[in-house]
């Protein structure tokens, strides 16, 4: 079964807006990572999230992280149409060697 | 530039060829892995190469076989494919860092078989 699954599964926004999507796990996590990937590219780690942090910001991106709700958020500000792309969320759990496990991940497409 | 490359970028191949495709990383890695991503599906973590040592076989069928001959470059050579193996194929490396392992993904090879 999947770790991760992000949600929504496709979103669709204007520049300036806001956008966020939400990734649900199901096993204990040493890491959560955000990546990005643009359209037949690969993919582009945005942001690391460690089990004992609860938010953390990069330039227009904020990650939050539940792990009693074994969930998490990536909020991206101020959408611009560069923006357009695939965002996944992957783990690295407790039991693992740093196996990465990658949700679905949810299709953001900014208008101008 | 995420310092992976992958070639070929585009390969169109018939059930009955063998082909390669090559992962070259300039970050120096430790780690390597090679990964499938189907339409509308996660990411198939196929193989892992640690250290040059295969540490990871995702059940993958024989017809797709490894080559990791250092640490900066993997193959992945291709046999006998069948059209449900058209895909987007790709190449990463990491550090090997167990606490975060962040990976650097190379742009992907478009695999389409006939």
């Known amino acids: 079964s999947q770790q991760g699954e992000e949600d929504p599964q496709a979103l669709s926004i204007q520049e300036g807006e806001n956008a966020t999507m939400n990734c649900s796990y199901k096993t204990s996590i040493n890491n959560l990572q955000w990546y990005r990937q643009n359209s037949g590219r690969g993919l582009v780690h945005l942001i690391l999230i460690r089990s004992n942090e609860r938010e953390k910001h990069s330039g227009r991106l904020r990650v939050t992280l539940d792990t009693s709700k074994k969930s998490s958020s990536l909020l991206i500000t101020a959408s611009r149409a560069a923006d357009t792309a695939s965002y996944f969320c992957?783990?690295?759990?407790?039991?693992?060697?740093?196996?990465?496990?990658f949700g679905a991940g949810t299709q953001v497409v900014v208008t101008p | 530039e995420t310092g992976v490359t992958q070639t070929p970028r585009h390969l169109v191949m018939g059930m009955t060829n063998k082909k390669s495709l090559k992962c070259e990383q300039h970050l120096g890695h430790n780690a390597m892995y090679w990964y499938k991503q189907s339409a509308k599906k996660p990411l198939e973590l196929m193989f892992v190469y640690s250290l040059e040592e295969r540490v990871e076989n995702n059940s993958v069928p024989s017809r797709f076989s490894p080559e990791c001959p250092n640490s900066s470059h993997l193959f992945l050579h291709l046999h006998t494919l069948q059209p449900e193996d058209s895909a987007l194929y790709l190449c990463?490396?990491?550090?090997?860092?167990?606490?975060?392992?962040?990976?650097?993904f190379g742009p992907g090879t478009r695999l389409t078989v006939l």
């Open positions: 990463a490396s990491s550090q090997g860092d167990r606490e975060s392992n962040e990976q650097f």
């Open positions: 992957a783990t690295v759990t407790t039991d693992s060697w740093g196996k990465l496990q």
